[in-house]
């Protein structure tokens, strides 16, 4: 990962973790001291290194465990939330971030004190590790 790609990387997670939704070239052009060809390029890179994952349209889709777009997983931490991509990366977000709840698909509910899950539910892989990239949309 080249110096430019590092920024642009650190400052997408930076803006997930502030709250922010939809992050994109222009979205980071007013975060960053640099060009949106520039960023565009770095973006690309990062996703063809597997560091993010990005939509059609050039918006960070993931930046693990992060979702730049609404999704049935949902980590909550008093009035501020996430998107996750699936019930595991919900978890990781609370465990970068604090104690809190996971919500997710058919009222699946977590409640996470002390660094400690409630046993209120189970996560299930249905793809094995070493093949999430083949589809990660699916995984």
Known sequence: MTPLEREV?????????????????????????LGRDEIRIA???????????????????????????P????????DRHWYANCAWDALAILALLG?????????LLWQVEDGLVSPNGYVRLLVPARSFWDDIGFT
Do not use: C, N
């Not at 990387?9 to 001291?33: C, N, P, T, W």
């Not at 290194?49 to 939509?55: G, N, S």
């Not at 104690?99 to 009222?107: F, I």
């Open 99 to 107: 104690d809190g709840v996971v919500r997710g698909q058919e009222g």
């Open 43 to 69: 973006l690309e890179e990062l996703a063809g290194e597997h560091r993010i994952a990005l939509t059609s349209d050039g918006r960070v889709w993931m930046a693990h465990p992060f979702s730049g777009v």
């Open 9 to 33: 990387r650190a400052k997408v997670y930076e803006m997930f973790l502030k709250g922010i939704h939809r992050v994109d070239a222009s979205a980071l052009v007013s975060q960053l001291d």
């Open 71 to 78: 999704t049935p997983y949902l980590s909550v931490i008093g």
